[in-house]
């Protein structure tokens, strides 16, 4: 084992281009995780260019029951490039924090990573694998004493020194070797976090709102009406917990969206914009390019060139 691997064995964060060595990955092949599936380039991952996914292994798991109150889904992605190949993977974040528990070629053994203003990017190269807990809004709190402003529009190393609580459930997710097995173990850290911490009714609220947007990306009524609570109350709810607002989290699931939409072939994007409830095309482009960086025709072209390329 090299001196950058046994330090993240300990937890400790070392220099990036210090990688320790990347062991088996047991059952790590999407097919061959009990209850995963792929993830898909048709679905709303927010990968951007998500032909990408051809050139290494990601796959979702369901959380236990108990857990999904803390936990949207877990993810697991596996990679082994050629040498000096790499990737320069963007991504449009769900409204959610994520927490990684991170091998090989990687920035830092374990990463908490905030919401982002615009797509968050990184380069994957080397050979490595990440289990992922993609949190719901109650989910920091219950696991952290970190803050969503302490996140935002960061990736942060988790050390002991960051957040004690934290680095400990990682460290303990870690010991299991494989996506299967870091998930049933996640579950039952989770679950005892639960205990000590229960969820408090602004955090249910919060969980509530952001499934009901992502369910349907153009709402039909106010979020506020929805739930029969007043707008600031929704507001206080989605700041505590996400740090940020709700027409912010609506507009970025909304952005999720016109990515799948234009990596799945649509073309129509006045259709498009209709129905999801901007008010003309020209403010989709907007929204889109402020967020993605490029317009929504570029990208569609990049989509199909790269299809072309990696078929």
């Known amino acids: 084992m090299t001196d950058g691997a046994q330090r993240r064995k300990n937890g400790d964060v070392g220099d990036v281009g210090d990688v320790g060595d990347v062991g088996d990955v047991g059952d790590v092949a999407v097919g061959r995780v009990r209850g995963g599936r792929p993830m898909r380039a048709d679905e709303r991952s927010g990968v951007l260019h998500p032909e990408n996914l051809a050139q290494y292994a990601a796959g979702w798991l369901d959380p236990d029951p108990a857990a999904a109150v803390v936990v949207d889904q877990y993810w697991h992605v596996h ?7 790499s990737i320069d993977q963007r991504v449009i974040d769900l409204p959610a924090i994520t927490l990684t528990v991170e091998e090989g070629d990687v920035p ?18 080397g050979a490595g694998n990440v289990f992922a807990l993609r949190l719901r809004p109650a989910g920091l709190a219950v696991l952290s004493d970190l803050t969503p402003q302490q996140l935002a529009d960061r990736a942060v190393p988790v050390t002991p020194a960051l957040d004690q609580r934290l680095h400990a459930l990682l460290a303990q997710i870690r010991t299991a070797s494989t996506p299967g097995s870091r998930a049933r173990t996640a579950d039952a850290v989770i679950r005892a976090c ?14 509530a709102v952001v499934a009901d947007l992502a369910r349907r990306p153009r709402p039909r009524a106010p979020v506020a009406e929805t739930f029969g609570v007043s707008e600031r109350t929704v507001q206080r709810a989605l700041r505590s917990t996400l740090g940020r607002g709700p027409k912010w989290v609506s507009r970025r699931i909304r952005l999720q969206e016109v990515a799948r939409a234009l990596a799945s072939g649509t073309t129509d994007l006045a259709a498009l914009a209709d129905e999801l409830g901007y008010a003309d ?25 790269l299809a072309v390329a990696v078929s």
Do not use: C, K
């Open 79 to 85: 990679w082994r490039m050629g040498t000096h190949a």
């Open 108 to 125: 830092a053994p374990f990463v908490a990573t905030g919401l982002h203003a615009r797509a968050w990017r990184r380069r994957i190269g």
């Open 194 to 207: 639960l205990a000590e911490r229960p969820l408090g009714p602004e955090q249910v609220l919060a969980n």
């Open 281 to 305: 095309q020209a403010h989709l482009t907007s929204d889109f390019r402020g967020v993605a960086g490029t317009t929504p025709g570029s990208y569609a072209r990049a989509v199909r060139a």
